[in-house]
């Protein structure tokens, strides 16, 4: 059997009318005349057959039975307010987890990380330092920012940015042993932020493959090279994306004009299913366009006082 309602717009008029204990302020509220209101808390109370408000003073007051009556109203319209906010704000809250390679995480997204928090107050984030490629296919992480050469397969990714690598430097290490020409290297502990392949690549542009350097310190991965870089332990390759805060404060300098294209780039990376929800979407399109506002800005130059004429590769 159909449950029997009341109409919408005269239970909205009640229930104004009772929040503010007039039918003015319930008219304003509602954008209508205060006739208007009157006659809907009229039509409401003839199709129940109950008296709802009764007049004291300069105040309505409700009746015993508008009493019993506006909980399961009130309710009713906070339920439909909250079911409505979620249908057309989707995206812009709820959890998300992304995985970001380390250097990147800590150089580039997390000083970039208030802007994105201020936007959208209601996403909850865990940011997750990490390049493991099984992230990728893990269920519960939502997105990957990853280093790597494009190769994922089963998943959708997007190249984020392309980088180049050169050289950098702590200030202080420079003016206490300054490095006037690419042999100078040689008096530097050489840091490596991986195998030793983009070191390769930059030293072979620079037509300086033999060189040697008075030490090397291995790390984990480049956010650590560059904080040793930072610190004054030595020469570290420092890139066009993760480094460019860190130039721009001078924290770190780069003394060679000498860049050259890493051989590989940063990628979204997400599983497809993951990639249809909007809460995803929308940390996409945030990324992307923070990315185009900092190449906006030409954050990082490499423009070093030491000129090095780069290689060309030998005709086969």
């Known amino acids: 059997m159909t449950k029997r309602l009341p109409p919408l717009n005269p239970l909205r008029a009640f229930e104004a009318t009772a929040r503010h204990g007039s039918l003015s302020k319930a008219a304003g509220e509602l954008h209508v005349t205060h006739g208007a209101i009157s006659h809907q808390i009229r039509a409401l109370e ?3 057959g109950v008296k709802l408000f009764e007049r004291v003073g300069q105040r309505l007051k409700l009746t015993a039975q508008g009493a019993e009556l506006l909980p399961a109203v009130s309710s009713a319209f906070d339920g439909i307010a909250a079911a409505t906010a979620r249908m057309t704000r989707p995206s812009s809250s709820g959890s998300l987890v992304v995985s970001c390679v380390p250097a990147l995480l800590s150089l580039w997204l997390i000083p970039r990380l208030g802007n994105f928090t201020a936007r959208y107050p209601d996403v909850a984030l865990r940011l997750i330092a990490s390049n493991d490629p099984q992230d990728v296919r893990a269920a519960d992480i939502d997105i990957c920012v990853h280093y790597g050469d494009g190769g994922w397969t089963d998943c959708w990714f997007k190249k ?3 980088i180049e690598l050169f050289p950098v430097v702590s200030p ?8 006037r020409t690419i042999r100078d290297l040689a008096d530097h502990t050489r840091l490596h932020g991986d195998d030793g392949r983009e070191w390769h690549i930059w030293l072979a542009a620079a037509d300086a493959l033999g060189l040697k350097p008075a030490r090397e310190l291995r790390l984990s991965d480049a956010q650590l090279s560059t904080e040793a870089a930072v610190h004054g332990n030595g020469v570290a390759l420092g890139d066009t994306v993760t480094a460019s805060g860190l130039l721009a404060r001078g924290q770190l300098v780069s003394p060679f004009n000498l860049s050259v294209p890493a051989v590989d780039a940063f990628y979204v990376v997400c599983r497809t299913e993951a990639r249809a929800t909007p ?4 940390f996409i399109d945030w990324l992307f366009a923070e990315r185009e506002e900092a190449l906006g800005r030409v954050e990082t130059t490499v423009a070093g006082q030491i000129s090095i004429r780069k290689r060309r590769p030998q005709k086969g």
Not at 172 to 179: E, G, V, Y
């Open 160 to 162: 984020w940015s392309s």
């Open 46 to 48: 003839l199709s129940l």
């Open 172 to 179: 202080t290490l420079i003016n206490n042993r300054p490095i």
């Open 279 to 282: 809460i995803v979407q929308l």
